[in-house]
């Protein structure tokens, strides 16, 4: 099974959207795995966001996810970046389709609820750099055998 992180951002927070969230991705089928909240500071967003250092809009970025805690989560499930990408919606929430978490959610390409990750190699460096080894809880689903086909497992 394919890992994903899911950084519900300060305004998901604020807003009191987290559980709205997680239990759109609960939902759809997707096992959570690890999760914690953390305040994020300069060094990892300088990291993280390496990428967009260079775009006129970077300082805000790192001032709207340095605003408030965020809630840092690994889904897990078949194909797993691409579900959660198509759930999470256009990044400019202004284009999201309605029925996805920014469509339904935001107006912003900035302040857009999530972060998630866009490549199977990327996912794998953004959870080392958020989670260790023993952060994550391998447990078995019982639903495995309504949610996926023989061959999808």
């Known amino acids: 099974m394919e890992r994903t992180l899911v950084i519900l951002k300060p305004g998901t927070l604020q807003r009191g959207l987290v559980g ?52 840092l989560c690994c889904w897990e499930g078949f194909e797993a970046v691409k579900v959660v990408r198509a759930m999470a919606g256009s990044t400019n929430a202004r284009n999201a389709a309605p029925g996805t978490i920014r469509g339904d959610y935001a107006l912003s390409a900035q302040e857009n609820i999530v972060h998630t990750s866009d490549s199977v190699e990327n996912a794998k ?29």
């Open 20 to 71: 709205e969230v997680i239990s759109r991705f609960e939902k759809r089928g997707l096992k959570l795995v690890a999760m914690k909240m953390k305040q994020l500071d300069q060094d990892i967003l300088d990291v993280h966001y390496a990428h967009l250092k260079d775009k006129p809009f970077f300082p805000w970025l790192c001032d709207g996810m340095m605003a408030a805690p965020v809630i």
């Open 125 to 153: 460096v953004e959870l080392d750099r958020f989670f260790s080894p023993e952060d994550y809880c391998e447990y078995p689903s019982p639903l495995n055998q309504y949610l996926y086909a023989p061959d999808e497992k």
